[in-house]
Nanobody, 122 residues
Framework: QVQLVESGGGLVQPGGSLRLSCAAS????????MGWYRQAPGKQRELVAD???????NYADSVKGRFTISRDNAKNMVYLQMSSLKSEDKAVYYC????????????????WGQGTQVTVSS
């Protein structure tokens, strides 16, 4: 039911910035906690940031202080502002709705978007 479309990725130099966008449809967006995941080659998918319907945020230690998640409920959009990018941030980034399972957030929708590629290279 849920449709998720990520955009905004691209090539950026180390230390640079990118803003990723996620458009959600098919859900009552404003009531859902949303998250950004990333998956690098050979690595597990990692939840890097989440934001509740009320705007509370959490970040993985690897991105804390560099990434900012935000949302616009009127537009059914969630964003990830990334700064001070490192080569380790290279990955495909995905958004998803989140639910709690055993005390942690997990993806709520099995319908993933295509993701958006972030490449950090000089």
């Amino acid at each position: 039911q849920v449709q998720l479309v990520e955009s905004g990725g691209g090539l950026v130099q180390p230390g640079g910035s990118l803003r990723l966008s996620c458009a959600a449809s098919g859900i009552l967006f404003r009531i859902f906690t949303m998250g950004w995941y990333r998956q690098a080659p050979g690595k597990q998918r990692e939840l890097v940031a989440d934001i509740t319907s009320g705007g509370s945020t959490n970040y993985a230690d690897s991105v804390k202080g560099r990434f900012t998640i935000s949302r616009d409920n009127a537009k059914n959009m969630v964003y990830l502002q990334m700064s001070s990018l490192k080569s380790e941030d290279k990955a495909v980034y995905y958004c998803n709705t989140l639910k709690v399972y055993s005390g942690s957030y997990v993806p709520a929708s099995g319908s993933w978007g295509q993701g958006t590629q972030v490449t950090v290279s000089s």
